[in-house]
């Protein structure tokens, strides 16, 4: 390639990728999923319109893996441990017995409704039963349902990848299906072992990233998304499953007092945008336009078949033990959105060559596009006549750590955000912990050095200084004061993270990040 050439493709990423901003601005609007302008920027540049041509299977299985990777590990990143730990158990289920029955219920309506023999059947099964945690994330995050649903629905998301891929090149297998010994210990070594080296190299992340002082704050990012990005990388080199690796180290990393904690999540947001963007169009890029009028009505039937039979039955079965109300069970049903993770899982069985399987892309992608229009725009909706939905919350503080390594302290910054009850609090009514010192208080435009009595407003910023010994104690108690005002102790708040959606929504209080 040519300097020339190479300014060329530069400027053709840099105006796909502008193009693709003012997509999701645009979508955000009109109250569409932004992943659909994302898919209409690659069919409008690939080779049927603007002519650029690209149609290479293998390069976009690889290509979205990787971005796949990226989105897990920012999905990692940004969920909040106390909301999903309490649910690991019914996400667990969801993401495997769900995602088996989902398979069985979707390849049987596929197999007796649109004729297809049972590998392709089931294949389409596999495919379209993984939920895409990058339209969950985007879209679940800007509603107000409780934590719990959210929770379940986003821990789902981030797990049930990892067996739907193994599912899927089980099925794309062209030397006929293993047994189901064999399957079973092969999805077991994956799920496990994956599991093992996202949780190790998130703890080493955790580790190193406390220990080490880097020379520059934008090395904090860099170095806990690298690890994320390392584990992927290394559990797909010994065959095990890289998208639960990368999803279990960034929830490790994401929720570690780790230095630099709004500055690492800010990049990457970045980062899972920036590959989103790339996949979206990448992958609207591969399909024929010309042959998609051939796939809508299988993908309306399969389409149908999932929403209204496999995804309910799937739901219902796996989460009745755990006694949750009907209305929960409808919305989480519902809310099983579909994205880029099952068009990217129809290369799979392109690259195997299974015959009939280039079809395949046109039908998953017809469907993704369809009922993404119907779902994404109907769950404010559903979530309201489903009586699921919480009142706006208030919102906890934000408080960023950065390591004064010379000084064995800490420097915390503190946001108070509107409805707060740390307003109207004075500094000496915090009683925060020796040697802890509020040093500077930034109101509006201006700065002042508080005294005892100076007063705490909604929208300060508070510099404070610790002790890394004494920090937690201290996000403690100013979570607590948030909550409670300054006779928090008293009232029996200790500023812990509380998960319960009960309790949550009594309070209208949001859990914390800090």
């Given at each position: 390639m040519t300097l020339q050439q190479l300014y060329l493709v530069l400027l053709i990423s840099g105006t796909v990728l502008l193009a693709s901003i003012a997509a999701a601005r645009l979508a955000a609007r009109i109250g569409l999923p932004s992943l659909l302008l994302f898919l209409a920027v690659g069919v409008v540049i690939g080779e049927d319109v603007l002519g650029v041509p690209f149609d290479d299977a293998q390069l976009a299985q690889?290509?979205?893996?990787?971005?796949?990777?990226?989105?897990?590990?920012?999905?990692?990143?940004?969920?909040?441990?106390?909301d999903v730990r309490k649910l690991l158990l019914p996400a667990g289920v969801l993401a495997t017995v769900g995602v088996g029955i989902s398979v069985l219920v979707t390849g049987v309506g596929a197999h007796f409704l649109l004729g297809m023999d049972w590998q392709l059947a089931l294949l389409i099964g596999a495919i379209v039963s993984s939920t895409d945690a990058a339209a969950v994330f985007a879209v679940l995050r800007a509603l107000p349902l409780p934590q719990k649903l959210t929770g379940l629905l986003e821990a789902e998301s981030g797990f049930n990848d990892a067996p739907t891929i193994i599912l899927v090149l089980i099925f794309s297998a062209t030397s006929g299906l293993p047994s189901p010994g064999s399957a079973f210990a092969n999805l077991t070594y994956q799920l496990v072992v994956g599991s093992l080296i996202g949780l190790a190299l998130g703890r080493l992340g955790v580790t190193a990233l406390r220990h080490v002082a880097l020379p520059a704050t934008g090395l904090y990012p860099l170095a806990t998304v690298?690890?994320?990005?390392?584990?992927?990388?290394?559990?797909?080199?010994?065959?095990?499953?890289?998208?639960?690796?990368?999803?279990?180290?960034?929830?490790?990393?994401?929720?570690?007092?780790l230095p630099h904690r709004a500055a690492t999540r800010s990049f990457a947001e970045g980062s899972g945008w920036l590959a989103q963007i790339g996949l979206f169009v990448m992958l609207g890029l591969l399909v024929d336009p010309s042959t998609l009028p051939a796939a809508v009505?299988?993908?309306?039937?399969?389409?149908?078949?999932l929403l209204l039979a496999a995804r309910p039955i799937s739901v219902v079965a796996c989460l009745l033990p755990f006694r949750m109300p009907w209305r929960e069970h409808a919305f989480l049903s519902w809310g099983g959105l579909r994205g880029a993770v099952p068009i990217v899982l129809t290369t799979y069985p392109i690259v195997s060559g299974v015959p009939g399987s280039r079809h395949l892309l046109d039908i998953v992608f017809v469907l993704v596009v369809i009922f993404t229009l119907v779902q994404g725009p109907s769950l404010p909706l559903a979530a309201k006549l489903l009586r699921v939905t919480r009142p706006e919350t208030l919102r906890d503080v934000q408080v960023e750590a950065a390591p004064l390594d010379i000084l064995n302290a800490d420097?915390?910054?503190?946001?108070?955000?509107?409805g707060s009850r740390l307003h109207g609090v004075t500094i000496f009514e915090l009683r925060l912990p020796e040697p802890t010192v509020v040093t500077l208080i930034v109101r509006d435009t201006t700065t002042l050095v508080p005294r005892p009595d100076t007063v705490i407003r909604e929208g300060d910023q508070l510099l404070l200084v610790t002790t890394p010994d004494r920090r937690r104690v201290v996000e403690q108690r100013l979570r607590a004061v948030g909550r409670r005002g300054k006779l928090a102790r008293w009232l029996g708040e200790r500023g812990e993270p509380e998960p319960s959606t009960l309790t949550a929504g009594k309070r209208g209080v949001r859990e914390p990040s800090a």
């Amino acid at each position: 390639m040519t300097l020339q050439q190479l300014y060329l493709v530069l400027l053709i990423s840099g105006t796909v990728l502008l193009a693709s901003i003012a997509a999701a601005r645009l979508a955000a609007r009109i109250g569409l999923p932004s992943l659909l302008l994302f898919l209409a920027v690659g069919v409008v540049i690939g080779e049927d319109v603007l002519g650029v041509p690209f149609d290479d299977a293998q390069l976009a299985q690889a290509l979205g893996t990787c971005a796949l990777g990226v989105i897990l590990v920012e999905g990692g990143l940004t969920t909040r441990w106390n909301d999903v730990r309490k649910l690991l158990l019914p996400a667990g289920v969801l993401a495997t017995v769900g995602v088996g029955i989902s398979v069985l219920v979707t390849g049987v309506g596929a197999h007796f409704l649109l004729g297809m023999d049972w590998q392709l059947a089931l294949l389409i099964g596999a495919i379209v039963s993984s939920t895409d945690a990058a339209a969950v994330f985007a879209v679940l995050r800007a509603l107000p349902l409780p934590q719990k649903l959210t929770g379940l629905l986003e821990a789902e998301s981030g797990f049930n990848d990892a067996p739907t891929i193994i599912l899927v090149l089980i099925f794309s297998a062209t030397s006929g299906l293993p047994s189901p010994g064999s399957a079973f210990a092969n999805l077991t070594y994956q799920l496990v072992v994956g599991s093992l080296i996202g949780l190790a190299l998130g703890r080493l992340g955790v580790t190193a990233l406390r220990h080490v002082a880097l020379p520059a704050t934008g090395l904090y990012p860099l170095a806990t998304v690298g690890f994320g990005i390392s584990a992927f990388a290394a559990a797909g080199a010994v065959n095990a499953s890289g998208i639960i690796a990368a999803y279990l180290a960034g929830l490790v990393l994401g929720n570690s007092s780790l230095p630099h904690r709004a500055a690492t999540r800010s990049f990457a947001e970045g980062s899972g945008w920036l590959a989103q963007i790339g996949l979206f169009v990448m992958l609207g890029l591969l399909v024929d336009p010309s042959t998609l009028p051939a796939a809508v009505l299988p993908a309306v039937v399969v389409g149908l078949v999932l929403l209204l039979a496999a995804r309910p039955i799937s739901v219902v079965a796996c989460l009745l033990p755990f006694r949750m109300p009907w209305r929960e069970h409808a919305f989480l049903s519902w809310g099983g959105l579909r994205g880029a993770v099952p068009i990217v899982l129809t290369t799979y069985p392109i690259v195997s060559g299974v015959p009939g399987s280039r079809h395949l892309l046109d039908i998953v992608f017809v469907l993704v596009v369809i009922f993404t229009l119907v779902q994404g725009p109907s769950l404010p909706l559903a979530a309201k006549l489903l009586r699921v939905t919480r009142p706006e919350t208030l919102r906890d503080v934000q408080v960023e750590a950065a390591p004064l390594d010379i000084l064995n302290a800490d420097l915390l910054t503190v946001s108070v955000p509107p409805g707060s009850r740390l307003h109207g609090v004075t500094i000496f009514e915090l009683r925060l912990p020796e040697p802890t010192v509020v040093t500077l208080i930034v109101r509006d435009t201006t700065t002042l050095v508080p005294r005892p009595d100076t007063v705490i407003r909604e929208g300060d910023q508070l510099l404070l200084v610790t002790t890394p010994d004494r920090r937690r104690v201290v996000e403690q108690r100013l979570r607590a004061v948030g909550r409670r005002g300054k006779l928090a102790r008293w009232l029996g708040e200790r500023g812990e993270p509380e998960p319960s959606t009960l309790t949550a929504g009594k309070r209208g209080v949001r859990e914390p990040s800090a």
